[in-house]
């Protein structure tokens, strides 16, 4: 059960440590010519499979929230020579994060990178240098951005290097400054840096300060995120948490998490009362359930005694500290024995990857890993398991899964999965979500996924804001979703995903107040990484039927 463990050491390895982000292949497709005229239905299909494709605009009817199309470090990231367009939210997070000196941009990965101070992530001595490129270049790309707050304690105070700071004697004092949520006195935009000490809430009011209208906005807001993974930092940050707690083994605790992000959040709230606070950032499954095996778990799920303890803070305080219930998710299902976050393409894992995504919503489909072995004994389920948790425990508190990712990013594999996730994140109205590059990869696949919901006309043409009633009469060979403009009938979005090593006949009917007589036509199949215009057909009677090629995903757009 370790083995989660190790996913999370290996993805924060690879962009928070020294190893830089993915790069080449890919881009985002150009323009293209216009389309031919509309011709009759296609002929009927010659494909053995079939499938039938139900959709009701009056049905099902939820927004989608526009920060679910997000990466970490998505926005800005000068590692990377290609990523998806238009992006709605990116994230600054990661083990780095949680040991970051906003006042100097000096950072320590961990056990990602030597336990090292240095100053990888850059921005000179500029207070805060480090992150505010990435939150400028998210708000004027009108894309939200999270910006971590760390709580672990202690931040580090210089950038030597030179490995392992645990060589110095006294390394707690020597090599940290003390990090401390409230500063208790005025804050300042040039903070001191000769003293011992940085300021979370001081960090806040910097950027509260530099982008006056961005913490609390609607469109283009700046995210406050509690720290990275703190279920890991006995794993990831060992020499913090064996200075602090005379253990470097010993786990978080229930109730250390839960008054940290007491602590934290109040004092975030403090500065300006319509932040929005992510936690408690979970790596995964077995923090969620247990928080990694903490000490004092005594069998209690972590998610329900977390949100139970935000509900009464709640009522003591009269205002809301948690917002957003964030976790990560990285896959443990296998195909042929081999995980599908890694980047393997062969047929078994492929298989298993395409499928992979119906363990967020599926309560009829059961994964081959050791969560549904040991742990659910069936259907994982994870984004109704968790809403569900939300509902009962702390209701109005939104849903974000702010690292995931589900491997195969040259491999069209790679792409179903990814659009399939991306279709499961606006109907399950989930609030926020940001992919995390791992692998050796160019990640083609999964960006072409990301542009056939936001960029699949090569002008950021995108899927609609809200969704819609859509369903499949086969979920092993297909999926399905559906979505329109709110307060526009005359404009409707199906993204369609053909999981089958064979073409299959999509028979679609749609339910719609008005004449849909149009569909434009776009595809990502295994012969190019990027949406390819297809020829428009006609439409009528609000229904049809589409040969959907093997192994793809097709985008229509429905207009009168």
């Known amino acids: 059960m370790r083995r989660s463990w190790t996913l999370c050491f290996a993805a924060c390895l690879l962009a928070c440590g020294g190893g830089g982000g993915g790069g080449g292949g890919g881009g985002n497709p150009s323009p293209q010519a216009p389309s031919p005229e509309p011709q009759p239905q296609p002929p009927p299909p ?30 800005e990231d000068p590692g990377m020579t290609s990523r998806p367009a238009n992006l709605a939210l990116s994230r600054s997070g990661g083990n780095r994060m949680s040991a970051y000196n906003w006042e100097t941009n000096a950072s320590n990965a961990g056990e990602d990178w030597f336990n090292q101070n240095d100053d990888y992530l850059g921005g000179g001595n500029v207070p805060g240098g480090a992150v505010t490129p990435m939150i400028d ?13 760390p709580m672990i304690g202690y931040v580090a105070a210089d950038k030597d290097g030179n490995g392992d700071v645990n060589q110095t004697q006294d390394y707690l004092n020597v090599r940290f400054h003390q990090s401390l949520a409230r500063k208790n006195g005025t804050w300042l935009t040039a903070p001191d840096t000769t003293d011992a000490f940085v300021y979370q809430d001081e960090w806040v009011n910097f950027l509260n300060v530099m982008y006056p209208n961005a913490i609390g906005s609607a469109s283009v807001p700046i995210f406050f995120s509690l720290d990275n993974e703190p279920d890991l930092w006995h794993s990831t940050h060992p020499r913090l948490r064996g200075a ?37 950032v979970n790596y995964g499954w077995q923090g969620m359930i247990r928080l990694q095996e903490a000490s004092d778990a005594n069998d209690r799920d972590f998610l329900d005694f977390y949100l139970q303890q ?37 047929s078994a894992i492929a298989a298993a990857r395409k499928q992979a995504p119906r363990s967020l919503w599926d309560p009829t489909y059961t994964e081959t890993s050791w969560i549904a ?3 659910t004994h069936g259907p994982i ?32 594999s790679g792409g179903i999965a990814q659009a399939d996730v991306l279709g499961i994140l606006g109907k399950y109205g989930v609030f926020a979500a940001a992919l995390w590059r791992i692998g050796e990869t160019d990640h083609r696949f999964i960006y072409g996924a990301f542009e056939m919901f936001r960029n699949f006309d090569g002008s950021n043409g995108s899927f609609g804001d809200t969704s819609i009633h859509a369903t499949t009469s086969n979920v092993e060979t297909s999926s399905v979703y559906a979505s329109v403009d709110a307060g526009d009938s005359s404009r409707m979005v199906i993204v369609c995903i053909n999981k089958a090593d064979e073409p299959q006949a999509a028979n679609v009917t749609v339910s719609h107040p008005a004449p849909l007589t ?32 093997a192994n793809s995903v097709t985008t229509l757009v429905l207009l009168e």
């Open 46 to 75: 010659t494909s053995t499979l079939e499938v039938e494709f139900q959709v009701d605009s009056q049905e099902d009817v939820r927004p989608i929230s526009k920060f679910i199309y997000g990466m970490n470090f998505g926005v």
């Open 137 to 149: 270049a998210a708000l004027n790309a009108n894309a939200g951005i999270v910006v971590t707050v």
């Open 244 to 280: 602090v707690t005379g253990n470097p083994e010993a786990n978080v605790t229930y109730a250390e998490l839960v008054s940290r992000t007491i602590e934290y959040a109040s004092a975030i709230k403090d500065v300006n009362a319509n932040a929005v606070i992510f936690g408690p």
């Open 310 to 346: 935000m509900a009464a803070e709640e009522q003591a305080q009269g205002r809301r500290l948690i917002d957003v219930l964030d976790v990560h998710w990285y896959p443990e299902a296998q195909g042929g024995g081999v995980r599908i976050t890694e980047d393997a393409a062969g």
């Open 373 to 375: 072995e040991f742990s």
């Open 381 to 412: 389920e994870l984004v109704p398991r968790l809403q569900r948790k939300i509902d009962t425990h702390y209701p109005g508190t939104r849903l974000a899964i702010t690292e995931y990712y589900y491997g195969g990013g040259e491999h069209i």
């Open 518 to 549: 149009t569909a434009q036509v776009y595809t990502l199949t295994s012969a190019s990484s990027s949406p390819q215009r297809q020829s428009d057909f006609n439409v009528a009677g609000n229904a049809f039927s589409y040969t959907m090629p």
